[in-house]
């Protein structure tokens, strides 16, 4: 075993002591809860975009996007388009770094990585600065549900193209909607790669965190992952991502495709 390998090792061990400190692990929801109140995760951009997530989740993501290196990443939820140009980023960087070990020159019009993301409206304000932006070139949007059929039937289509997909669910919170997006988009999710659900953490607030919102306890993704989960043993919860950001708003929201 190298050193590397050493470290990988002892960090395991922590994150897994982390999240077993009951101590921790609720001082880190109070503290959630409490900056909330101020909009957090509403305050960070990515290359200039606001991207309306935690920095421990964006990080969470490179270190995924490393780890699967997909070929497609799907987003139902677009808002600003920060996560957009997020994976778009860090897609090019894949790209990069394949040409540099193969010894090729990068051209970046030849790659066939991609992002896909949906959302039911994509406010032309928002469109004309995805699409302004110099990741636009690796960024599709379709506008509509992302639970009706002929959305659902397009982005099927395009995914069969693709041999390593990751989806991100960041749209509607609601249970019901939440369930229909796994049951669309989960089964695209290749082997060894992840469907990420994000804002589970609404479970774990307090009853009323979100008064002018339709999800609430009881009526969130983390319920809708609980419900999707009895049925499809070819995921699993990958408890150790939380364990270590303990600061994230999807705990129990990071699903691995393990058949």
Known sequence: MNRY????QECAAEVAQQGANVALVEQSLKWIIHANRFK???HFEWLGRPIIQYPQDIVAMQELIWQV???LIIETG???????ILYASLLALLDL???IESGQTLDPRASRRKVLGIDIEIRPHNRAAIEAHPMSTRIQMIEGSSIAPEVIAQVKTIAKDYERVLVCLDSN?????VLAELE??????????YCVVFDTIIEDMPPGSFPDRPWDKGNNPKTAVCDYLKTHPEFEIDKSIPHKLLITVAPDGYLKRIR
């Open 40 to 42: 957090y995760s509403y």
């Open 5 to 8: 390998q050493t470290f990988k």
């Open 184 to 193: 669309a988009y989960a089964p695209l999710v290749s082997v060894g790669s």
């Open 78 to 84: 677009i808002a600003h388009g920060g996560s957009l």
């Open 97 to 99: 770094c394949d040409a």
């Open 173 to 177: 919170h609601t249970h019901d909607h």
């Open 69 to 71: 290196k997909p070929d």
